[in-house]
């Protein structure tokens, strides 16, 4: 009986995987129907004859043309960065949760912008052309400015004149895929170009003038590792250290190894690591959002992680690639300075390339300056 059992089971495990093939199929046959510059009706035949099946399994697995597109639209919003959106929303300050969240909107939209203008499109002639989905994604979404008129409001930000319901309809409006389709495509903006556009119109509109983004550095949580790998996949000196490191996903590599994401307005837009030894402190595998470089993010990441080093040590290192130009360059603005040869010799000695190593001139308030005590740094790693 219990070779009946294993078979069962593994009988409807091939079946589960076969069913989520076929659907997988059917939404990327829909999925590339949207992306052709077709006039065609899509109809539910043609997706079934390109996906390979009948129009009988279509329905079989979504119920509906309705609940095809609606499984589409949950899909879509998935691959174009929901985690990001949610993230924004779970922000404690309000303010950070609107910055943040038309952040995460405007990159949703503009990463399939033809998606989107083709789905709006249909709606706009036929709802039923698309199975209802786009207004119970619009639905969706005013709830969710809604939530944030409320926040703002509970939070004394909205000022004198506008009240819940105005400031709805503010958001409503500047937080739409219209809008944001006419600063991309329009203008040429950027998505993050765009953003600040939006983010700015919204915060004078309701809150008046709006402040400068806040830089915060908040510890690295499992929420941030997919972010995080995208960026260090990007470039070719974070890439490397990507290799093997299961702990990506982890709160926390170690005692002595402590990871940070800096959060400019709400959104994460850098990583870096100190790696802790006695009375040292190393800056290690700094990496800023690709979409945010050159624009001072870096700077603000660096200084934000020498503050916290040296709340641990005096003395804070940093190697850097030779031909690195960029970030060396950076690091000697921000107070960095190379340590003499017999050190550097000293502290490639062993590694598998050489580095060139940096310390950090600054005098801590109440402390020593680290340029004057006796170096004591071993290479961690």
Request: hydrophobic share 40%; net charge negative.
């Amino acid at each position: 009986m219990e070779r009946f059992g294993m078979a069962r089971s593994y009988t409807q495990t091939m079946r589960a995987e076969s069913a989520e093939r076929t659907r997988r199929a059917v939404l990327e046959a829909l999925d590339k129907r949207l992306r052709s510059k077709r006039t065609q009706a899509i109809s539910v035949d043609l997706i079934a004859q390109d996906a390979g099946i009948v129009r009988s399994t279509v329905y079989a697995i979504f119920g509906s043309r309705a609940g095809l597109f609606d499984a589409y639209a949950d899909d879509l919003w998935m691959r174009s960065g929901l985690t990001r959106l949610s993230e924004a929303v779970k922000a404690e300050d309000a303010l950070v949760h609107l910055r943040g969240g038309i952040v995460a909107g405007t990159r949703m939209f503009a990463a399939n912008l033809p998606v989107f203008r083709r789905l709006y499109a249909m709606d706009a002639l036929d709802p039923d052309s698309v199975g209802g989905a786009v207004r119970r994604m619009e639905q969706d979404r005013l709830e969710g400015m809604r939530h944030l008129a409320r926040r703002l409001g509970e939070s004394g930000l909205l000022r004198p004149g506008v009240d819940v319901e105005h400031a709805t309809n503010v958001l409503w409006t500047l937080c739409s895929f219209q809008a944001i389709d006419l600063e991309v495509s329009g203008r040429g903006l950027t998505a993050d170009d765009a953003a600040t556009v939006l983010a700015s119109a919204a915060e004078r509109a309701l809150c008046g003038v709006p402040a400068a983004d806040p830089a915060v550095l908040v510890p690295f949580g499992p929420g941030f590792a997919a972010t995080v790998r995208q960026w260090a996949e990007e470039s070719p000196y974070s890439r490397p250290w990507l290799v093997g490191d299961e702990g990506l996903g982890a709160a926390q590599v170690g005692e002595d190894v402590l990871r940070y994401v800096l959060l400019v307005g709400g959104v994460a837009c850098g990583y870096g690591e100190l790696w802790t030894d006695e009375d040292e402190v190393e800056l290690a595998h700094l990496v800023v959002d690709p979409q945010r470089r050159r624009r001072g993010v870096g700077r603000q990441l660096v200084t934000a992680l020498t503050a916290v080093a040296y709340d641990s040590s005096p003395h804070v290192f940093i190697r850097v690639e030779p031909d690195n130009t960029a970030a060396l360059g950076l690091y000697r603005k921000v107070g960095f300075e190379d340590v003499p040869q017999d050190e550097q010799d000293s502290f490639n000695a062993g590694q598998p390339r050489e580095y060139v190593w940096l310390r950090h001139r600054a005098v801590r308030p109440g402390g020593q300056n680290p340029t004057e005590v006796a170096s004591t740094h071993r290479p961690l790693g």
